[in-house]
């Protein structure tokens, strides 16, 4: 009689092999954790630096002031952006752009779209402000008035992540990492 020759795992090297992966899981688990959390503030960030972007270059297109209104809760905000209306006759000026509230979304829009950026649902990004409020001018795009310091709000993940976002007076929106915090991919040191 020949014999067969059988292949396969023993029980011994299967818990062995399953006892590897876990302690691998065990240990990439916190790097999977903080690269979500960095890629949920990022994600928050870039949406805001590119609605206060769109806004500018509405102002500048449109040439209608448009005003970037920040507001909610520092757990719950949002950040919204309005164009100021058609003057109410012919020959009338163009009025400035009123601040929205972005808790409402409908007051909040451009070019007949709600224009709204909401925190991200169960992210725990938190915005450091709560209030604030920019307006572009038409035409140039720079903020009214054209002394007004450049506005900033700081982003920040419950590890600690920070991104801050300023606007300088020409208009023009920049993201950073605060000194202090961890780098974030994209973003250069402040």
């Known amino acids: 009689m ?3 020759s059988q292949s396969g795992f023993t029980l011994i090297e299967l818990m062995i092999t399953i006892a590897v992966l876990g302690i691998l899981a065990v240990i990439a688990v916190p790097t999977f954790r903080a690269l979500i959390e960095k890629g949920r503030l990022r994600g928050a960030a870039d949406d805001v630096m590119n609605l206060i972007s769109v806004a500018r270059a509405e102002a500048i297109k449109r040439q209608h002031s448009v005003s970037v209104a920040l507001g909610g809760t520092t757990t719950a905000w949002c950040v919204g952006a309005n164009r100021a209306g ?4 012919a020959g009338q000026p163009i009025p400035v752009a009123s601040a929205c509230d972005c808790t409402s979304p409908s007051s909040c829009v451009l070019e007949n779209q709600v224009s709204v950026v909401n925190a991200p649902v ?3 990004v938190t915005s450091d402000t709560i209030t604030g409020n920019i307006t572009f ?3 140039t795009g720079a903020l009214i008035p ?3 310091v450049p506005g900033v709000v700081t982003f920040t993940s419950p590890s600690g992540y920070a991104l801050k976002i300023t606007v300088s007076p020409l208009g023009l929106v920049a993201g950073c990492t605060p000194v202090g915090t961890s780098f974030i991919s994209g973003f250069p040191s402040c």
């Open 146 to 148: 054209v002394t007004t």
């Open 122 to 124: 169960n992210s725990g």
């Open 2 to 4: 020949q014999r067969r």
């Open 137 to 139: 001018a038409a035409q």
């Open 86 to 89: 058609d003057p109410a006759t």
